[in-house]
């Protein structure tokens, strides 16, 4: 995500009637905060802007990374699938109708920052040769080599009829992300996406299990509580995840592992547009810049702002979905714009 004030063509006055538009939204009623809309805005005007999310092919991943997470990651070593990432075996995670067919490829779920990434087959089982999505890419301006997300092709249901990716939990709790088509390996009828998600909330693994639900745009389904939400034409229950090794600071407020950051701060009223530099210190003094809005550096893949109290007090919590992976052991602290906080198991 880039600092609207990077954009020439961006003025105040633009960026400002576009907030303002947002801000405008009607908020979703208190029982149905799992999914408020108010709340996914913290990620800034600058990615309310982008059309869609995108894709980032990383050549030189282990090959076995590439198979199950080859848009998703610029660089990850193999302590990523050992014991952590559930790859099932073929024909194992899958539901389908008389249209489609999904099958989970792999899962990585990181329960201490609360990030997610997860990897599908949809068949098209009318063979028509119709994509029953949409892509979109994104605005010239936000692209570049060190912007992640801006050569990814995001699945979008515009119109009716087409189908949604998401990710929830309990009866209606929502993991908020985004999915991306793989167009390297995709067919006429045959499609491979990968996503990354985050929960919508403070996950726990007593909140029963995640899912992938394959909606459709135009129908809804209204739960208990009185939320309504797509209507699922296919479900996948995620298998239990090993959780991720983490590091956090001693203050609690930072928590770090391989594929997810969370950073809480009480003195933020939003922390996703306030922090503006982030990086990761290593013990050898190298670093590794997750985000630099004044230069143009966005190595994360979602980005979600949440209240840790009741709504309307801000969006005191930012987590992060990683694009680039480290090995943790060699991790010494996080700069977090001209703080910096160490870190230990």
């Given amino acids: 995500m880039m600092n609207h004030t990077d954009l020439p063509q961006m003025t105040e006055d633009f960026d400002r009637r576009v907030r303002q538009t947002l801000q405008d939204l009607p908020a979703q009623p208190q029982r149905a905060r799992r999914r408020p809309f108010r709340t996914l805005i913290a990620v800034g005007a600058a990615a309310a802007l982008c059309i869609g999310g995108t894709a980032f092919a990383a050549s030189d991943l282990p090959q076995q990374i590439q198979r199950h997470f080859s848009l998703l990651f610029q660089g990850a070593d193999e302590q990523l699938l050992n014991g952590h990432t559930i790859t099932p075996a073929p024909g194992a995670l899958v539901d389908e109708n008389d249209a489609y067919r999904v099958s989970v490829e792999s899962v990585l779920f ?204 801000g969006y005191d919590v930012g987590t992060y979905v990683l694009a680039k992976t480290f090995e943790l052991e060699n991790v010494q602290s996080v700069v977090l714009n001209d703080t910096e906080y160490p870190l230990t198991a």
């Avoid at 329960?111 to 040769?129: F, P, Q, R």
């Avoid at 239990?240 to 770090?256: C, E, H, K, M, R």
């Avoid at 230069?295 to 840790?308: A, H, W």
């Fill in 110 to 313: 990181d329960e201490s920052a609360g990030t997610g990434v997860v990897s599908l087959h949809l068949e098209n089982k009318k063979k028509d040769g119709v994509m029953p999505f949409s892509t979109t890419g994104t605005l010239e301006q936000y692209k570049g080599d060190n912007i992640v997300w801006s050569d990814l092709a995001e699945c979008m249901a515009n119109e009716d009829g087409q189908l949604t990716f998401d990710v929830w939990f309990g009866q209606s709790d929502w993991c908020a992300g985004k999915f991306y088509l793989n167009e390297a390996r995709s067919t006429p009828n045959d499609y491979y996406i990968e996503g990354a998600f985050i929960p919508v909330g403070n996950y726990t693994a007593s909140d029963g299990s995640l899912r992938l639900e394959v909606g459709e745009q135009g129908k809804y389904t209204v739960d208990d509580d009185g939320m309504t939400r797509p209507s699922p034409l296919l479900t996948v229950t995620l298998p239990a995840f090993t959780p991720l090794p983490y590091y956090q600071s001693a203050d609690g407020l930072v928590t770090l592992s391989q594929i997810g950051l969370r950073v809480g701060d009480p003195e933020m009223n939003c922390v996703v547009d306030e922090l503006d530099y982030i990086a990761v210190h290593m013990k050898d003094g190298t670093e590794l810049v997750i985000q630099d809005k004044q230069n143009s550096i966005d190595r994360t893949l979602y980005v979600l702002g949440q209240g840790s109290g009741s709504a309307g007090e």
